[in-house]
């Protein structure tokens, strides 16, 4: 059998690996890194971990071939979502077959695309490199983009300029160009309490947040009728969410405390930063001085933006665009309606597309799966980038 051929068959042993590694992100990804490590270490490849605060994570990076500039690099990350209160038909962290199915958490989303990254080391190695081929593997994407955040110093500094990099969320194999981004805020209004028959001694928490909530679902209006607006994406316009609400007690106490998360997915194009700028004045400079010459100085509203994700544009027809079309062996590209870990990439100036195995569809679900039919894919874009790298 052919190297390739080797490389295929490896793929599903990998993936059972990695499955079994629970790496919901609650929990550390420590061991599976330490797997991935010691694995490319017996290839002679090394690693560099760039760890957390507290130790109990970590991202890898590892370059095989020449550090120098054209390169591409293969990004996937570890955590997984997690499975509590689905009804799976199987254990979710035992991979196992059904007929062209590969049922486990996290085949999809995203461990399929690195069992392939690593089944094809042997490829990349004998193809003898004269650019090279980075892997990027990261924490806590599901829950903020946390770990790439803390890894893009070390990119900046120590990964030569790639061509291109390949996110690889799972489009079933076509090439992404663009995604909204998206910003995740939490606002915690502090109030003063008082009984409810005496509405002016108090400072109500959650009145204010609903003038808050009032204020954002403005914002929308103003961003779906008159913001950027950009027909690849469904919804074509920067849409607004509010999420979980808390405060109060009894019906009987003007509450002293609320809090609510809420999040925006600005198209591209659209300044976000100027939104979170025009709510924070209309905190400072009209809730703030309300409420505490009512309250006192104790009262107040703080806004906290918790997680954070740049929007993704490639831009038509670059090097970056088309090398990924090549690869893929595809004419075209699309949008995704999910966000990545590709516009922080591009945030650096690393030229990123979206391009994985798999069917965002069964992403996050009970009985998650890939088929053998995208890894064999996904395989075949491995081949094409050994060649074209090593040309």
Known sequence: MSIAGDCAQAVEPLL??????????????????RHVEAYLASNGIASHLVVNEDGSKANLFATIGPNVEGGVVLSGHTDVVPVDDQDWLSDPFTLTTKDDRLVGRGTADMKGFIAVCLAYVPLFLAAKLTRPIHFAFTYDEEVGCLGIQQMLPYLREHCAAPRLV???EPTSMQVAAAHKGQHVSRTRITGREAHSSRPEDGVNAVMVAAELITLISGFAAREREAGVKDAAFDPPYTSFNVGPIRGGSMFNIIPNACEFDWEFRPVPGTDAQAILDEY?????????????????????????????????KAEPGSDAETLAMMLAGKNETTVVAFGTEGGHFQSID??????????????????????????????????????????
């Open 350 to 391: 690393f030229p990123a597309v979206v391009c994985g195995p798999g069917d965002i569809a069964q992403a996050h679900k009970p009985d998650e799966f890939i088929t053998q039919a995208e890894l064999a894919a996904c395989g075949k874009f491995m081949e094409r980038l050994a060649r074209a790298l090593s040309a």
């Open 280 to 312: 924070q004045r209309y905190i400072d400079e009209t809730l703030v001085p309300r409420m505490q010459a009512v309250g006192g100085k104790e009262c107040g509203v703080a806004n906290e933006v918790w997680a954070y994700l740049p929007p993704l």
């Open 166 to 168: 390949v996110v690889g």
């Open 16 to 33: 059972r690996e990695l499955v079994g590694f629970d790496t919901t992100s609650r929990n550390s990804n420590m061991a599976l890194i």
